[in-house]
């Protein structure tokens, strides 16, 4: 394939949901979980938000409510006795996908090194080109594009030909990584892309075709194989 640009997902991608912050508002409403079980939780909780999500929108409350109440589902600990008082906390927060993936700089930096194409297509409420310039991983991506902004949410096709378009690329010469098979791997796929599925703990192993990887550090490794 000799791939020229990768394009990312930006949540639970590039960018991490602040799980410290979500722990301490569970435990105020009664429950019982560190960071790391939040983690866990949220990891697990993606494999029944796919089907959820199966030909829907993504940006809505039902829809954020909905993947919120799956994380309680997973949780090792005790859920929350008060789930509204979760809800306002996180309401609060302004935007939970605040913190970078340790590995995102550096692998970022290897890939542009390498010579690829980068950029961000995600599915957001219009902040997410703030949020990586906050944290410093703007500036490895030529292109961010937002839904909110453009008005195209993904999986439609539309949303990542606007990136391939912006960076001069082919879609057969491009590769989308993404966390969700039902919204990033099936629009990629529509849009001629090659996707791969960023799966931390293999929860999806042997059920797609497409390429995973657990960790972003593994992505150069999985390009150089396409």
């Known amino acids: 394939m000799n791939p020229q640009a990768i394009l990312f997902d930006a949540g ?3 960018v991490e949901i602040d799980y410290p912050y979500v722990a301490r508002a569970i435990v105020a409403a009664g429950g019982d979980a560190t960071a790391d079980d939040v983690r866990q939780a949220e990891r ?22 909905r993947y919120v109440y799956l994380v309680f589902d997973h949780l090792s600990g005790t859920p929350p006795r008060e789930p509204d008082m979760v809800f306002e906390a996180l ?4 935007n939970l ?7 995102a700089a550096p692998t970022l930096a290897l890939l542009r090194d390498e010579g690829y194409r980068l950029g961000v297509v995600s599915n ?7 949020i990586l310039e906050r944290l410093g991983l703007r500036g490895f991506l030529e292109v961010v594009i937002d839904s909110e902004i453009v008005g195209i949410q993904k999986p439609d096709p539309a949303i990542f030909g606007l990136a391939l378009e912006a960076l ?6 491009a590769v989308y990584l993404g966390d969700i098979p039902s919204v990033d791997l099936d629009g990629a796929r529509a849009a001629g892309m090659t996707g791969v599925l960023m799966d ?7 059920w797609l075709p497409d390429p ?14 396409l």
């Open 91 to 94: 309401a609060a927060h302004g």
């Open 168 to 173: 001069g690329v082919d879609a057969d010469r």
């Open 124 to 130: 957001s409420d219009g902040t997410v080109e703030r």
């Open 97 to 103: 996908w605040s913190i970078a993936d340790p590995e």
């Open 200 to 206: 931390p703990l293999g929860l999806w192993a042997g």
């Open 12 to 14: 639970n991608t590039l």
């Open 44 to 65: 697990r909780a993606r494999v029944p938000l796919d089907t959820f999500l199966a030909g829907a929108p993504t940006e809505t409350p039902d829809v954020f409510q």
């Open 212 to 225: 995973r990887v657990a960790a972003l550090s593994d992505l150069p490794e999985i390009l150089r194989s």
